[in-house]
């Protein structure tokens, strides 16, 4: 027996969903902050008062079904009821256990009492099999009631906590199929969630039993996905991937091929257990055991030749030539899947297929290009005239951000070994771009993002102009101002490597390589392209300028901002004198090149010196130092005329500090940072006055901007 004196505290913050009620990430504020239906709540009496109460109340509902819940009673009771002693919650939980198969009434209110009840970790699965009547897993999960299966889920959820009891659940098939079948069939997505979250604790339990101690527990350890542990193949393990029955049930219900067979569901029920499985896949904490074959004479049957439950979700579950929902799903996987290359990229020093992989390649692009996914998926956004248009609609964003993907985290292997397809990329970019004209620009539903998207992912080099003097950059333009637009410069000009991929599809770059540094060819190929704009689009500057001082579009003002910002803080290289042989299909120009292409005999070797020299100097310091023109007036314009001004500020601020990191004690520069620091002085809003234009200061101080070189 239990001391209840063990139990004589309430605890909050542990993990539990209320069962029967929308599964939220906070439990403990749903409860607390629930507030049952009824015209007055009466005051919350101490829990020695309520206590006797509650359970004289369930019981008079165990002897007449009909008899109504006292919701209100309930409710105040509930929110006691972690602070309950050991002996009464046994009591409670019997008479919830005995009411639930009976009552014919809103049982929510129940669901919340038992999650109380039970949800602290005294209360084990030892006691969850000691309920009486006792708890029939296989009835509760199977019935068709999603408040009775979170019930069951919830309780069996207890014998995640430990190995033993995870041995005792995976004793017998019958409970491992029951949840299995309800993951997978069952109508209610939250019920679907919980089953397999269940499931997966069952599984890794023997794997994560080393971690849990006093303030751990599996689910935060299956959360961590940073373990370098071998597997632990634990009971419920060897009961799913080693059971033929059961490893084989996962397939049935997601094949095709079983529609109509007894007990299976319909073909529109099996794309939502598709969905399921490839969410799965994403989240399971040990991805070799899905990437391998565990059954062989089970994935045979259905089709799948080498792999496990991988390979069978990606090339033989979906019909993607009929079910284009189910194959936007797919492509959704494929991107997640490609951008799992930080853990698997192959050493730089590995020696490639020549025809296949290509260099700096990773298993995970590998095996998507021997499968002929790389090259499908791709399709749909470098050949859309060979599809439908369906298929086009709904699949071409999803193709162009696995394009996307595909260019930041794999940059070398784009570059040297595909040059080709690189090319297809910019040809395509070029066509669609070519196409837009000033009303396209204004109307920001038809301007192409996710073809924006996949211009900056891709390596600079491919942008600068080819020998016709083309590339899509010069498709952009700025006038009209459109935030995209200067985004999508902002992005290109700054030469920062962003664009990486972790775990979660965060970010993360590729390790330098020894062959090319790639960075370094980025920064130079930034510098390049800024110039080459500059020079076909001499008067950028002002639009931009123009942009950023009408409030009334606050988000380009903003994003116009986010331009100069861009440029201040660009991480260039100036171009080396002797032509750059590394990537043959793409070559940078020399500095002599640029210099003549721009028609000038010097060229800033920074963004901030490129702001201070014409033609940016004309419009970006008057900007800086001068009020904003406002084309409006209301609440919202005002709004939008502070956080410009703020960020104007901001700008001006960094631009100082930039010059200062640049300057000598004396010099030229000294001089504008004396300029601009009398600026800043003045503060965010100045109170000296002017005529609104700017033109009063800026002819005071204009010679203070010009210098000789």
Known sequence: MKDSSDDSEGEEGEEGYPLGY???????????????????????????????????????????????????????????????????????????????????????????????????????????????????????????????????????????????????????????????????????????????????????????????????????????????????????????????????????????????????????????????????????????????????????SYGVEDGGLFEFAVLHMVDYNDDVLMHMDLIDFLIWYLSQYKANVKAL?????????????????????????????????????????????????????????????????????FPLVASTIRQRLTSILDGMNYVTWVNDIRIPKVDLHVLVSLPRAVLLPGSDGKTPLFSIVTWPGNEDAFLTLARVFSGHEEIEFDLWGRPKPLPEPKDLDLAKYERRAARALYFLYLEKYPKFWGHAVNAADTFLFKENAVAAVELMKSVITAEWEVLPESPDTALTAFPLPTESQLMNECRSQSLPTSGTLAMITGPALEHIIPFLLTPPICLGTGASIEEAEYKVSALKHDLLILLHQKLKDLAQDSGPLQEVIEGLEKRIEEGLVSEQKDDGTGIGWWEAHEDDFFWDD
């Not at 009673?73 to 006691?80: A, I, K, P, S, T």
């Not at 679907?192 to 604790?201: D, Y």
Request: glycine letters at 4%.
């Open 349 to 417: 020093d590995s020696t490639p297929s020549a025809d296949l992989e290509g260099p700096c390649s990773s298993t995970s692009l590998d095996y998507l290009i021997t499968k002929g996914l790389h090259a499908r998926t791709m399709s749909y956004y470098l050949e859309p005239e060979k599809y439908g248009s369906l298929d086009i609609r709904y699949l071409y964003s999803g193709s162009a951000t696995y394009v996307s993907v595909y260019m930041s985290s794999h940059q070398r292997h784009l570059l040297h070994g």
């Open 22 to 300: 929308p599964l939220t990430e906070d439990l403990d504020n749903d409860i607390l902050n629930y507030t049952p239906a009824g015209p007055k709540i009466i005051p919350v009496k101490e829990l020695r008062e309520l206590l006797p109460i509650a359970k004289a109340h369930l019981g008079e509902v165990i002897e007449d079904p009909t008899k109504e819940l006292d919701h209100q009673l309930l409710h105040n009771f509930e929110v006691r009821a972690t602070s309950v002693p050991y002996a009464d919650r046994v009591f409670l939980v019997n008479q919830l256990s005995t009411l639930f198969p009976i009552l014919q009434q809103n049982l929510h209110p129940l669901n919340r009492l038992l999650v109380r009840l039970v949800h602290r970790k005294a209360f084990t699965f030892a006691d969850v099999q000691a309920i009486q009547p006792t708890v029939d897993f296989v009835k509760g999960l199977s019935v068709p009631i999603s408040v009775i299966n979170n019930v069951t889920l919830y309780l069996l959820e207890k014998a995640s906590e430990n190995e033993t009891d995870a041995g005792v659940v995976a004793r017998g098939p019958e409970i491992t199929v029951a949840l299995i079948r309800l993951w997978l069939c069952t109508h209610d997505e939250g019920v679907a969630q919980k089953a397999i979250s269940v499931l997966t604790k069952l599984i890794m339990v023997g794997h994560a039993a080393q971690k849990i101690g006093e303030e751990e527990n599996v689910q935060a350890f299956i959360s961590d996905q940073s373990y370098k542990l071998p597997m632990r193949q634990g009971s419920m393990w060897r009961r799913v991937f080693r059971d033929k029955d059961i490893y084989g049930l996962i397939f049935s219900f997601c094949s095709l091929s079983t529609v109509g067979q007894e007990r299976q569901p319909n073909k529109r029920q099996k794309t939502l257990a598709q969905g399921r499985l490839l969410e799965w896949l994403q989240v399971f904490p040990d991805p070799e055991t899905v990437r391998t074959s565990q059954i062989q004479e089970v994935e045979e």
